[in-house]
């Protein structure tokens, strides 16, 4: 049972827009930044979206995240084949003085 | 170029003891912390503790606690993860990933390439 919530699956076909959730509570999202990662099969994860809604160089403008109160979300739009990955969502959490990832969803481009 | 480069896969029996390794480079690995990351077959990400490689500093998750240990070598940049009777349960991809704090803000921003351990008798 991960400590943020996100739904197990997403999809959409090339050129749509997707969104993926992320629920928190008030000692992680509610208090700080969430960071999203972007994890293709057999690869390590990547930093997709920092501090809620920035970008790393590299990173498409197809990307972008944004957060209220406890809950945040990424946007994915002009879908592509190659955006099939598993994305996660990371906050600090204040109470745990660590960090707690949601159980990641898998987005499928049909 | 911030790398973080991770020792390679291992296959080890029930009851072994066993130290993985990340090496940092391409900044002063003194500056951040590093953390470090389970992946079970199929499931998704678990944080498993954190080490301030400037005094070796750490803090480890409730679910890890006692189960693992964590350490850094300043003067050779590098992390270890450490069992001292693994577990078939240990069967995962291990991932170290820089944590950068900037004022309020915290990620993980770099990520090694994960080490394999398969736990079987």
């Known amino acids: 049972q991960s400590v943020l919530t996100q739904p197990p699956s997403a999809s959409g076909t090339p050129g749509q827009r997707v969104t993926i959730s992320c629920s928190g509570s008030?000692?992680?999202?509610?208090?700080?930044?969430v960071n999203w990662y972007q994890q293709p099969p057999g690869t390590a994860p990547k930093l997709l979206i920092w501090?809620?809604?920035q970008r790393p160089s590299g990173v498409p403008d197809r990307f972008s995240g944004s957060k209220s109160g406890t809950s945040a979300s990424l946007a994915i739009s002009g879908l592509q084949s190659e955006d099939e990955a598993d994305y996660y969502c990371?906050?600090?959490?204040?109470?745990?003085?660590?960090?707690?990832f949601g159980g990641g969803t898998k987005l499928t481009v049909l | 170029e911030v790398q973080l480069v991770q020792s390679g896969a291992e296959v080890k029996k029930p009851g072994e003891s066993l130290k993985i390794s990340c090496k940092a480079s391409?900044?002063?690995?003194?500056?951040?912390?590093i953390g470090w990351v389970r992946q079970m077959p199929g499931k998704g990400l678990e944080w498993m503790g954190i080490?301030?490689?400037?005094?070796?500093?750490?803090k480890y998750s409730p679910s890890f606690q006692g189960q693992v240990t964590i350490s850094a070598d300043k003067s050779i940049s590098t992390a270890y993860l450490q069992w001292s009777g693994l577990k078939a349960s240990d069967t995962a991809m291990y991932y170290c990933?820089?944590?950068?704090?900037?004022?309020?803000?915290?990620?993980?921003?770099?990520w090694g390439q994960g080490t394999l351990v398969t736990v079987s008798s």
């Open positions: 501090t809620s809604d």
């Open positions: 008030s000692s992680n999202i509610g208090s700080n930044t």
């Open positions: 391409g900044y002063s690995f003194t500056n951040n912390w």
């Open positions: 080490i301030n490689p400037s005094d070796s500093n750490t």
């Open positions: 990371a906050a600090w959490d204040d109470s745990l003085y660590g960090w707690v």
């Open positions: 990933a820089r944590h950068l704090r900037d004022g309020e803000y915290r990620r993980l921003d770099y």
